[in-house]
């Protein structure tokens, strides 16, 4: 028997389908809401609002669970690698040796970017903050691959687009830090892996020999897979809200690209990193800034703590901070802002203010200091983000476009401005 759920206004009961989702989510399908009682639902910052039916990411805020079509994050982490989950997210299984072997020589074929493309480069000034560069660049591929594009409906279009897309991100990215500290660009070597490849586009001079450390490798297979995706938050929903136009997919990524960068979302990790070296230039005590953090008067918040969705811990930031000891450990570096953010940490975490509102630290609080350790500078930290975002945004905006009854995304609002009033002219203002 069909679930329903009731609604009574003015008097009058509606009943509306109850949608239940494979782990036990429950949902109203209020779709004929308005139909029906003339009500549109309101919702500010989609807190409770469900966007689309998706088979991609289960996520358990309450009990900290988050997996990629069915595998736990941790599992994955532990086994895998970040293209092997960039293909499991798209595709939806994981590949056979002989699928993925197929899929990697596809990948790395699309690797370099057009020579016309790089010379956009050049109207940048040399600190753009590389978010501004990745989100242009990624728009402008649609320039250049409009024919493959234009038709997101288009499968074999669609395919190409998405090689081309995880293929030239890791360029993209590794140019525009070369840019920034006017090295020569290093071009892919195909010969490498998909993370070992980024790494030397990153780290490597021309006229050097230059070996990827595995420790650096694995570190940021790493990160990239923690960070693969995560259901319909800011960025991803951002990308399907765009996609949903049918606009091409390298606008509606870009899209998504733009909306990662601030502070609240993947900014934050730029953000945790320089609030502990705020707190270590003002000698290293941390009570002063947790009580910021819970002054209403102040708009400090405590970067890289609390979540829309997890509310008893983000098991990525479990998963982190361990990889973030191990790493620091094994390049033997001693990192004064580790210390400082295992104290904020433990601060906060005894501090009822943190304790009531569930506040625990995100993904982002100890992503930064790998990062540091890896020898990322600190403004391309959301740009790393972007990086292993992207299967998910492509995985997303392929279920997206892939369901036949998707629909373009157009919320509803409730006006609350003036009612109609007669126009004065400015002379009888
Ligand atoms: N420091 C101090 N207080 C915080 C806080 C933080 N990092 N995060 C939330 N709060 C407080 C809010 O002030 C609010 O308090 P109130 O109930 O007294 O008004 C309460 O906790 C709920 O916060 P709210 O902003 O309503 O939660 P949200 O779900 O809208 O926001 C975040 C979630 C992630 C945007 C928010 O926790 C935040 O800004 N965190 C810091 C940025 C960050 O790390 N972002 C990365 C997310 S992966």
Not at 114 to 119: F, G, I, N, V
Not at 288 to 315: C, E, I, Q, T
Not at 375 to 381: Q, V
């Amino acid at each position: 028997m069909e679930e329903t759920a009731k609604i009574i206004f003015e008097g009058k009961e509606y009943s509306f389908p109850v949608v239940r989702g494979s782990e036990g989510e429950l949902a109203i399908d209020i779709a004929k809401l308005r139909a029906q009682t003339g009500l549109v639902t309101l919702d500010d910052g989609f807190v409770n609002t469900g966007s689309t039916m998706s088979a991609i990411t289960f996520l358990d805020g309450e009990r900290g669970i988050l997996r990629y079509r069915g595998y736990d994050i941790a599992e994955l982490a532990e086994n895998s690698t970040f293209l092997e989950v960039a293909y499991l997210l798209i595709y939806g299984e994981l590949p056979s040796a002989a699928v993925f072997d197929n899929f990697k020589k596809t990948i790395t074929r699309h690797t370099l970017i057009h020579e016309d493309l790089k010379r956009l480069y050049d109207g940048f000034p040399k600190d753009a903050h590389p978010m501004a560069t990745l989100g242009s660049m990624i728009n402008t591929l649609s320039g250049y691959y409009i024919r493959d594009t234009s038709d997101p409906l288009d499968p074999v279009g669609r395919e190409l687009s998405i090689h081309r897309l995880l293929a030239k991100t890791p360029t993209i990215v590794a140019f525009s830090y070369k840019k920034s500290i006017g090295h020569p660009m290093m071009y892919p070597k195909n010969s490498l892996n998909y993370i070992a490849n980024f790494i030397r586009m990153m780290f490597a001079v021309p006229a050097e020999n230059y070996a990827v450390d595995p420790v650096i490798e694995r570190a940021l297979d790493l990160l990239l897979i923690l960070h693969a995706d995560h259901e319909q938050n800011c960025s991803t929903s951002t990308v399907r809200l765009v996609g949903s136009s049918r606009a091409n997919v390298f606008a509606a990524i870009s899209s998504g690209v733009n909306a990662l960068w601030g502070p609240l979302h993947g900014g934050a990790n730029q953000a945790v990193i320089e609030m502990l070296d705020e707190i270590h230039k003002e000698g290293g005590g941390v009570k002063k800034f947790v009580a910021l953090a819970k002054d209403k008067n102040s708009n400090f918040r405590l970067m890289g703590f609390g979540h829309r969705v997890y509310k008893n811990f983000d098991p990525r930031a479990k998963i982190i901070k361990k990889a973030c000891m191990d790493v620091l450990d094994k390049l033997g570096i001693k990192d004064p802002l580790l210390d400082i953010a295992m104290q904020l940490e433990d601060a906060a975490l005894k501090d009822d203010y943190f304790v009531e509102r569930k506040l625990y630290p995100n993904v982002d609080f100890y992503s930064g200091l790998i990062y540091r350790a890896l020898g990322i500078p600190t403004e391309m930290f959301t740009v790393m983000f972007a990086l292993g975002r992207m299967p998910g945004w492509i995985a997303q905006w392929k279920e997206m476009i892939e369901n036949p009854s998707a629909k373009i995304g157009r919320p509803r609002q409730i006006y609350n401005g003036h009612t109609a009033r007669p126009f004065i002219p400015i002379a009888k203002r």
